[in-house]
Structure formats: C-alpha cells, structure tokens
C-alpha cells in the first residue's frame, strides 16, 4: 500500500502495485548492442578454435594432480608439471598411421623396462610391509624375465641392425656405443681377411653425423655456473664474512705446501686417538678446576665498575677487529715508501706541466699581438702601394707631356 500522502500526486499510479525490483536493464543500458566489440588492433592475434576437434582430441584423457610438479631446478631431471597418465605407448610421428618394425620394437623395450621399474618397487615394498599378497611381485617378476627372453629370442637387431638397440633412456649413450662398434669394425684386418676386404669391395670409411645445439651448451653451461653458485652461497652462509673464520681455516694452509698442510692434519687426527684423549680430558678437567677457582675469586671480590668494563669489552673488540689489518699495515707502509719516489716524481712532472701550459698561454698572446702588427703592416703597405702607383702614373703623364712638346 503507497503512502497516503503521494496519493494526491500527479502521475502516481495509485491502483498498480508496488515494484522494488525490475528485470529491465536501466534505460542507460537498454540501447546498448549485444555482441562484444571486435578489437582491431594488429598486435592482438584473434585465433578461431574448432569446439569439436578439441573435444575429440581430449576425450577420454584425464590429468592427475597428486603428481603435480611445477618446481624449478638447475639439474638435469626437469619437472613434469601435470602428470597425464598414458594407457598406450606409440613411437608414431604425426600424420603416419601405422608403426614400423623397428619403432614397435623400441616401444616394446621402453614398456618392459618401465614394467621392471614398477616390479622392482613393488617388491621393495611388500618387502618393507611385510603384509599383502607377498607372491604376487614375484610372479609378476617370473613373467616379466620370460617376456625378456621372448624379446631376445627374436633376434630383431639381426634383422633391424644395430638401430633397433637404441635405449631410449640413454639415447647419448647408445648413440656412442654404436659409434664405438662401427670404429671397431672398421679396423684393418690381417691377412686373408684382409684381402677378402679388399676384393669384396667392402666399407672403407666411417661416415657420422654430429648435431651441435648451441642452446643446449649454453643451458649446461649456466646450470653449472648456477651449482657453482649456489655451493659458494653455503660456504659464504657457513663461513660468513668474519676474518676470524676465514683466517682459523687457512691457518694450516698458508705458507705452506699441501704435504705440510696434509702433515698438520694427520698430526691433529692422531689427537682423537684413545691413549691421547685420556690425557686432554685429564688437562680439560685441570682447567675446569682452574676456570671454577677463578670463578669463586671473582665472585668474592667487589664488583668493578659497569661503565669501567663496558669501555674495557669495548676496546677489546675494538682491538680484535684491528688484528687483521695491523698484520697488514706493515707491508702497506713499505708500498707506500717505494711509491714515495714516485709521488715526488709526478709532482714535479705535475709542475713541469703548470709551466709549460703558462708558457704556451704566453705564445698564444705575443702570436694574438703579432697577428695584430701584421694586420695593420698589410693595410699600411697597400695605401703605400696605392700612392706610388698614383705618383708613378703622374710622373709617365709628364714624361709624355714632355715628350710631346
């Protein structure tokens, strides 16, 4: 019901009812279009996906997430991100239908392996339990070798050669095998045999491929450089930037050879032997008497003055971080009286300098004032010039004035 004092307005409809909410657009928005605007920018790339073909390429795939691993590493095993679980194996490059030979071959090799792998932890596990179908990894195990000897019996390398042997764990390392057995073959044979080599116009050379990827050389190189890094990150972290520190480990080490140093050591491990620590452990359990005693000394006396000591733990410190550069100073005094002489001599090049800029100053000025003199020298020869022509042409109009009469 509206409130009886609006009743009497204009324009109030009295007998509709109330509506707080409306699903009307506000008439800001009602004339606005509904398709998006296009962008028409050159660097936003708009690319059509077919809805279909996604969904039948990723039908029936799942991904699991308790096997995620987005974690970054320097070392060779990189991280798998999402882990899709694969129920089939095939070697088939895209666009081609069916395998070969060779490439079931291989794709057999990498399931049998993989299924060793998951025996072989499934016995260290029911060996760790000790509960469960104990004999079930065992026969697992049993078939997996009479696989194996299946496999071998074919005798596929024979038939493939020897490309059919690649593991596919160690594609390098096979790779150099194969590259060794080749080199092998083609060493030169002895007598007859070598003769038949020759007649049967057999292989005379080793032909091989190398591919050199620049930028994985450069990913070794950085991985290592960063290992290297992180290792000298723990000895700062261990050591620190004490000079105390770094000094107590080189102690052994400086000015010395390795065999002193190696010496030093073996003469401080023979301290840890049985008949030796009897004897440190009855000197550390004088000391503690000793350390005890003064303890009680001290406790008796009156206690010093706080400030008194404060200075004193002061200066001491003070003084411990001086050790390391007073061993030092010396040898900086001597390099600073041998470069004495040096000083002395750059200062009166230094002076030489000053003067010769002072005369070169002076030059400048008497060349400024020479210029000068030159100047009017040039302007008084023309105007002498310009008044001997005149007298000259005077003089040859009066000769030949004279001549005339």
């Known amino acids: ?72 590493s320097v070392s060779k095993s990189r991280s798998i991100g999402y882990y899709a679980d694969k129920t089939e194996y095939e070697l088939v490059e895209p666009g081609m239908k069916q395998e070969t030979a060779q490439q079931k071959f291989q794709r057999l090799q990498h399931e049998m392996r993989e299924l060793a792998e998951e025996v072989g932890k499934i016995k260290g596990a029911a060996q760790e339990t000790g509960a469960g179908e104990a004999g079930s990894p065992v026969v697992l195990g049993k078939q997996l070798e009479y696989l194996q000897h299946q496999l071998a019996d074919l005798h596929l390398e024979k038939v493939l050669g020897p490309d059919a042997s690649l593991d596919l764990a160690d594609p390098q390392g096979a790779l150099k095998k194969r590259l060794l057995t080749e080199v092998e073959n083609f060493k030169p044979s002895t007598g007859e045999g070598k003769a038949k080599t020759q007649s049967s116009g057999g292989k005379d050379h080793v032909l091989y491929e190398l591919y050199y990827r620049p930028e994985q050389a450069q990913f070794t190189k950085n991985a290592k450089i960063a290992s290297l890094e992180e290792r ?119 002076q030489a300098l000053t003067y010769l800029d002072t005369a070169q100053q002076e030059v400048k000025a008497s060349i400024a004032e020479h210029k000068d003199m030159q100047k009017k020298l040039q302007a008084s020869i023309l105007e002498n010039n310009a008044v001997i022509q005149k007298n000259v042409e005077s003089i040859e109009k009066r000769l030949q004035a004279l001549k005339k009469s």
């Open 1 to 72: 019901m509206a409130d009886p004092k609006y009743a009497n307005l204009p324009g109030i409809d009295v007998d509709s009812p109330d509506v707080f909410e409306s699903s009307d657009l506000p008439e800001a928005e009602q004339n606005l279009g509904s398709q998006p605007e296009e962008t028409s920018s050159e660097n936003v790339e708009s690319v059509n996906i077919n809805s279909d073909a996604a969904f039948k390429v990723f039908k029936g795939k799942t991904v699991a997430t308790g096997k995620t691993d987005f974690s970054d």
């Open 232 to 350: 000298l990150e723990r000895l700062e972290s261990v050591v620190g930037k004490n000079l105390d520190k770094t000094t107590v480990l080189t102690v052994d080490t400086e000015n010395k050879s390795l065999i002193g140093a190696v010496s030093t050591l073996n003469s401080k491990l023979s301290l840890l032997e049985a008949s030796n620590t009897e004897t440190v452990e009855a000197r550390l359990n004088a000391v503690l008497q000793k350390m005890q005693q003064i303890a009680d000394k001290k406790a008796k006396e009156p206690q010093a003055d706080p400030e008194k000591q404060q200075k004193i733990s002061e200066l001491y410190d003070l003084a411990k971080k001086w050790e390391a550069t007073a061993e030092t100073l010396p040898q900086v005094v001597d390099r600073l009286i041998s470069l004495k002489e040096l000083h002395e001599q750059a200062l009166q090049f230094s």
